[in-house]
């Protein structure tokens, strides 16, 4: 999976908002705000096929938590971003 290419990370005030800049109006509907952690993996994924285990790996090793909770919150953070369209899928990585 590849995170959607056409969408940016802003970081505002204190917030990490994804937009998508080829809106020529912004839909508020359609911007989605990250928290801190989200966000750097954001940064880490962004432009390359990775699969869950890889979010695992970036979790473990980046907040030293075990790897079972590091599983469990990527598969939210993944659903989280299919359940908003924030995920294109490919053949290169599951």
């Known amino acids: ?12 005030g204190d917030d990490h908002i994804i937009v998508d800049p080829g809106q020529e109006m912004v839909d508020l509907s ?4 990250l928290n801190d952690s989200a966000a750097w993996l954001w940064e880490k994924l962004a432009g390359q096929s990775f699969t869950s285990e890889t979010v695992v790996e970036l979790l473990s090793s980046a907040y030293n938590i075990p790897h079972a ?18 995920l294109n899928k490919d053949t290169d990585a599951g």
Request: aromatic share 6%; charged share 30%; glycine share 6%.
């Open 69 to 86: 909770q590091a599983a469990g919150d990527a598969q939210r953070l993944i659903e989280n971003f299919e359940k908003n369209g924030l």
């Open 1 to 12: 999976m590849k995170l959607k290419e056409d969408l940016v990370l802003r970081h505002v």
């Open 30 to 33: 359609k911007v989605f705000t």
